[in-house]
């Protein structure tokens, strides 16, 4: 249930109303907005509380929320969610730009692409230290070493840094040394790490699984969110289905209906989501008109020769002249990409 406290509500009744959600066995959200504070009751499927909660001074309307998620839905939270990380500004009309090679090689190709992704306008750097591949004989990253590449990279450019977290007991590691947690397609329902992640303190990106609906992508959120983190960024990566031209199928749709659905912002990942860089450029212009607030793209100095998912990967022209068509796109409806 979402209880709606009326314009003028004071404090007291504010902090009031959160004992007697507390007292009934529900968690509370407070989320205070510009017009007025709404505290979302969390656990109760039936309303049965709901009257009892109606009588509460200071409170204008009681209503269910009728979406399976609750703390990620626009019903609970009408203001949308901006993700601010140093230069990285995700919402608001700001489309983010969070470009980098799939995996921390070593520190010269970090380091040059952080460079080149700035000079082009993103705002910050993604790369792999920790690489989940498909088959255990593949580069699996550089681990640590790679998270303190990452970190010299942000102290040459000042790009704040974007990075995958694989494992629950890896969190306090990452989290050290990024700004950002990712969490990867294929731990989308891996709750216990959402949980730790959402725990760390630090904005996560969570991506979606290949084969996740937006449903289960919206409650996957929702373990973070009840962790105590507001600072979450969803990820449309692309979805597996019968098409093999492409790696995976990029659905699009996804981002004007998560608007509808959710406050927190949608990044599209044309990379992953088309496994070709050719079809990169196109659909990450595509996802800026479709209503993106930010976009991740993977860029290296030498796709052919990366070490891994290099036939997705811009080279450093190929970013700059995307960069330049999202910009236009961008531009055309409403957003701004900005740079450092
Ligand atoms: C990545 O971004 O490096 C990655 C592994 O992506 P995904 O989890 O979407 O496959
Ligand atoms: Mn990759």
């Known amino acids: 249930m979402i209880v709606v406290m009326c314009k003028g509500a004071t404090q007291e009744q504010v902090v009031h109303m959160v004992q007697r959600v507390e007292q009934l066995g529900l968690k509370s959200h407070v989320i205070v907005g510009t017009e007025r504070t709404v505290i979302a ?9 709901r009257s009892s909660l109606e009588r509460v001074p200071g409170v204008a309307e009681v209503v269910p929320i009728l979406a399976p998620y609750k ?57 792999g230290a920790f690489k989940p591949r498909t088959s255990p004989y593949s ?28 494992a629950g007991e890896d969190v306090p590691l990452v989290a050290r040394w990024a ?14 790490l959402l949980e730790e992640a959402g725990a760390a303190g630090k904005p996560v990106l969570l991506k979606r699984g290949p084969s996740a609906t937006i449903d289960e992508l919206l409650l996957a959120a929702e373990y973070i969110l009840n962790a105590g983190n507001q600072n979450v960024m969803l990820c449309e990566r692309g979805i ?26 949608v ?43 290099g036939y997705q990967t811009l080279n450093f022209q190929q970013f700059s002249e995307t960069m330049a068509l999202c910009r236009r796109v961008a531009e055309a409806v409403g957003k701004v990409i900005a740079s450092l």
């Open 41 to 49: 009751a969390i656990g109760d499927k039936r309303d049965e509380h």
């Open 71 to 127: 703390v990620a839905s626009l019903e609970v939270k009408p203001e949308r969610t901006v993700i601010r990380v140093g230069p990285l500004v995700v919402g608001n009309a700001h489309v983010g730009v969070i470009a980098g090679p799939c995996a921390v090689e070593d520190e010269e190709q970090t380091i040059a692409t952080a460079r080149a992704v700035k000079a082009a306008g993103a705002t910050a750097l993604r790369g």
């Open 139 to 166: 580069f699996q990253g550089l681990k640590e070493e790679g998270l303190r590449i990452l970190a010299a990279a942000r102290e040459v450019t000042g790009l704040p840094v974007v990075t995958e977290v694989m």
């Open 179 to 192: 700004d950002v947690l990712q969490i990867g397609a294929r731990n989308m329902q891996n709750y216990r």
């Open 240 to 265: 597996r289905t019968f098409e093999t031209h492409t790696r995976y199928t990029l659905p699009l749709a996804t981002v004007p209906y998560l608007r509808e659905k959710t406050h927190l912002p």
């Open 267 to 309: 990044v599209v990942d044309p990379s992953h989501g088309t496994g070709h860089a050719n079809l990169v450029p196109r659909m990450a212009a595509a996802a800026v008109a479709a209503g993106a607030d930010g976009l991740m793209l993977e860029v290296h100095p030498d796709p052919e020769n990366a070490l891994s998912d």
